[in-house]
């Protein structure tokens, strides 16, 4: 079992829609939690941290879900420019060893 | 540019030879972390600086793989005697200490 699992899609969706993602986790240990967004042959970069509480950025709501090791982003108002890959991150104790999930496929079309 | 910055941006080789990525951190990013990522998968974490210790080796790197960070700023990534399932995209991140990783736009590898 890899230790951070999420839906690789694609996930086709129209501009305007709501679309949520999903990621498993399998150590109970982990810390941190984030999503990276990554474009085709491009870096990954921060797209925003998971707190316990859940939080939002604009458009973008992320939930941790500890009890049952799932960490959730959810995106209102799709825009074309938000096809890429989301890719789930996981860092373990000790705040070092970071996990990264395989990625979710999102494409918008117009 | 005060980002993380990698060179070469493309690398290829034959089989059997030995090839050597650098990376430069954000200058006041005290760790470092190489992740090698292949097609259709999330990066795979190699391994960890802190300062000039590396503190972290993942089981992926085998011995043709060596890091190295000496004065705790810049490090290099060797891999020798190269095989053909060593071509991927090798990235770089830096970070200050619990804060985010802001990754380099990586080496790409073709080993023919």
């Known amino acids: 079992r890899k230790e951070v699992e999420q839906d690789p899609g694609p996930f086709n969706v129209p501009e305007g829609a709501t679309v949520a993602f999903n990621c498993t986790y399998s150590?109970?240990?982990?810390?941190?939690f984030f999503w990276y967004r990554q474009d085709c042959r491009k870096e990954p970069k921060l797209l925003m941290s998971?707190?316990?509480s859940g939080n939002e950025d604009g458009r973008f709501t992320a939930q941790l879900n500890r009890a049952s090791q799932y960490i959730s982003l959810l995106i209102r108002d799709s825009k074309l420019s938000d096809s890429a890959t989301y890719l789930c991150?996981?860092?373990?104790?000790?705040?070092?060893?970071?996990?990264f999930g395989a990625g979710t496929r999102l494409f918008v079309k117009a | 540019d005060t980002g993380v910055s990698q060179d070469p941006r493309h690398k290829i080789t034959k089989r059997g030879q030995n090839v050597t990525f650098r990376c430069d951190p954000i200058?006041?990013?005290?760790?470092l972390y190489w992740y090698r990522q292949t097609l259709g998968q999330g990066p795979e974490f190699l391994t960890y600086?802190?300062?000039?210790?590396?503190?972290?080796k993942s089981r992926l790197l085998s011995d043709r793989f060596s890091a190295e960070r000496p004065k705790g700023s810049f490090s290099t990534l060797e891999i020798q005697r190269t095989e053909q399932g060593d071509s991927a995209m090798y990235l770089c991140?830096?970070?200050?200490?619990?804060?985010?990783?802001?990754f380099g736009p990586g080496t790409r590898l073709t080993v023919l």
């Open positions: 991140a830096s970070s200050s200490q619990g804060r985010e990783q802001f």
């Open positions: 150590n109970s240990a982990s810390q941190s």
């Open positions: 998971v707190y316990s």
């Open positions: 991150v996981v860092r373990n104790t000790g705040g070092f060893k970071t996990i």
């Open positions: 200058s006041e990013h005290n760790r």
């Open positions: 600086f802190q300062n000039e210790a590396q503190l972290e």
